[in-house]
């Protein structure tokens, strides 16, 4: 072949040989020693020509990109820093717990000490327990805690309303002792009502699991989210309702959780956290529903009025306990 | 101390960026070199207390590039499923481009090449020049370049025609560009 054909070449120098192409410039190369060398040194002169050495932003470019990896690399020498300090302190401030710990097992009174917590009335209150458990504690109750939670259980005693976000031990359960029944928890979200003046105790399970059991031992239930345990003190008779959790716990978190509420609903949502009547119009809207969160304020005006921005309807205070609910006028 | 290698750091960056781009791009093609190059300098900058960048940091920096292209063309080769007549013509380009090589390194060092190439290239007639640029640098047909410069294909391939004979003249010492250009001058009439 000697020479190879100049079409060829030029395709080769644009970068568009066919498989045929390829061939035969591999035979081409295979015949003398020299003819790779000089097609190559051919594409190396042509791409010079073309090449951008002096782009202005060639090099800024890059620079800048080279700058943001070199910056990745230097975070992560320091990561490895941090993380090579933290175990040597954690090593020795582990090693300075034991010791304390030790220490303290030897030195402590036997005698347990308890605190008293307690809520006024329209008061809520909260609290965190040793072990990292959640409480909130409603008007008008009571409740008293160890110290420090010793032992194979974790008990609590509790003559009101409380909620309780319980930290996870499965080591050590989790028991609130009430005057009518006693909730024994692994690690989870309820409320508990049990008021003196109540006929009625109430436990409603938020998340997790619970087990209700009533002072005689009668009964024991298992609840599951979502339901309510409810306990005759006359008659002893423990029942498992199904409830919207959401709306039984709003007490202690303030937020009113609506979902696809008719004003029929909220209504009635109303009356029962106001303790006021209300009396609705039959012109009034029924067909609109209210998705959302509201918030519940001292006042019941003022959450009718933030309801006024989402639905159309108008109100007049009667007296103290009732309210006249109408439709907008035009 | 510290500022002195990152300033001496950054020049290197700047003054061998564009060559070693170019070698890269020799090797694997446009789109991968530049990732190439970008490994080697942050190679460079982990181990740049143990490494004295003197006058070897070129060939240092060449012969980096030149081991990571390796390693991709070989997998670019499985991926692209290059045929056997591909691969052999691949391995020479490889041999050709070794770094060690000081011819290969010489040539793309060397300004004063290009600044040849650059400098016949300028001293065409205007129109002459804007269609062999297009041409050469953007690699457009002479249909397309007609159509941008709102003239006729007879008279692009006229241009060209007179530009690739004033280059083989000038250029001739560069052996080579004969061969380049002469073929280029017989394209004319082809495509």
Known sequence: MSKLNEDIIIRYLENRCSEEDFVLINEWMKESDGNAGELFRMEEIYQLGKFPFEKDDLVTKAERRLGRRLEQENQKKQKVFKLRNMLRYAAAIVAVMVLAAGLTYWFRDKTEEWVVASAAHGQVREMLLPDGTKVWLNQSSVLKYPRAFEGKERHVYLDGEAYFEVA?????????????????????SFNIKCRPDNSFAETTLVEGEVEVKDKSDKGRIALLPGQKAVLNRVTGRMQVKQVDPKMEIVWHNDLIPFEKSSIFQIAAVLERFYGVKIILSPDVDSTSTYS??????????????????SIP?????VDDNNIFISSETK | MNEELDATYKAVFRQCYPKLLFYAVRLVGDEEAEDIVQDVFVELWRRKESVVIGEQILAFLYR?????????LKHQAIENNYSAAMMEIYERKLQYYQPDHAEVIRKIEDQELRQEIYGAINELPDKCREVFKLSYLHEMKNKDIAETLGISLRTVEAHMYKALKFLRERLRHLLLSLIIF????????MS
């Open chain 1, 168 to 188: 996870r031990n499965h080591e050590k359960p989790f028991t609130v002792k009430s005057p009518a029944m006693d909730v024994r928890v692994l690690g989870t």
């Open chain 1, 292 to 309: 959302g969160v509201l918030k519940k304020k001292d006042k019941i005006e003022s959450v009718l009025n933030s309801l006024r921005n």
């Open chain 2, 182 to 189: 002469s073929a280029k001058l017989l394209s004319v009439f």
């Open chain 1, 313 to 317: 309807f108008n109100f007049k205070k």
């Open chain 2, 64 to 72: 980096s590039v030149y081991t990571k292209a390796i390693n991709l």
